[in-house]
């Protein structure tokens, strides 16, 4: 499969995996919605692409929001349509974490990560899927975690938010892979960006340096994109090599 004009759904673009993977995407003549909150990292994405957009032929549109809100969604589908009439792959990369004990996290805490990790992949699947299931074509992956292949001390409901991803993931794939639909997980381990700073990780911690970078994942996920009409990777699951499995 190549990527030149496919129409590209990337959450959580602002930054690490989701930036990278725009660019990527971009570069390999993919069309990209890029979604985040914060308006100035999608400036900053747009102006780091401004020569890949115009040497690869391709468009980078830039939807500001929250992932779980489905304001958010309306706009960033519409937008699309709008624009390219058609959405062939969904990235649901949007994620937080809040590491700690049990006892200290608060309701505040599980709603964040619950709506941002798991309501938004809800969202945005559910909504690509009547355009997909009308062209007979299209791929969704979701950008999990290792926390959610196993239970992880001072993750419990980072755990849950990734346990329910792959879960919707595998139940999905019986729904639609008879529309030509494929849906995947990739489940990295640690990765090396800006993720859960001041939320249970430190900046500059020299253990970070041990990570996957962002640009590992995203060849996983590109691998996963790449596969022929008659092949899916459902899962792959990834860990950096300082990791005990």
Known sequence: MTFEGKTAIVTGAGKGVGKE?????????????????NEQDLRDLDNETREIQASSGTTLLQISGDVSKEETVDRAINYTIEHFRKVDILVNNAGIGIYGPLDDLSIEDYDAMMNTNMRS???FTKAVLPFMKQQRYGHILNVASVAGKKGLPNETVYCATKFAQIGFSQA???????YGIK???ICPGGINTNFAIGTGRTLNDPAMEQFLDAEDVVKGILFMLEQSPKSRVIELFMRPISEPL
């Open 183 to 185: 849906v995947g997980s």
């Open 121 to 123: 992949t809800f969202l």
């Open 21 to 37: 993977l725009s660019k990527q995407l971009l570069q390999l003549g993919a069309n990209v919605v890029a979604i985040t909150r």
């Open 172 to 178: 999905l794939d019986h729904e639609v892979r008879q």
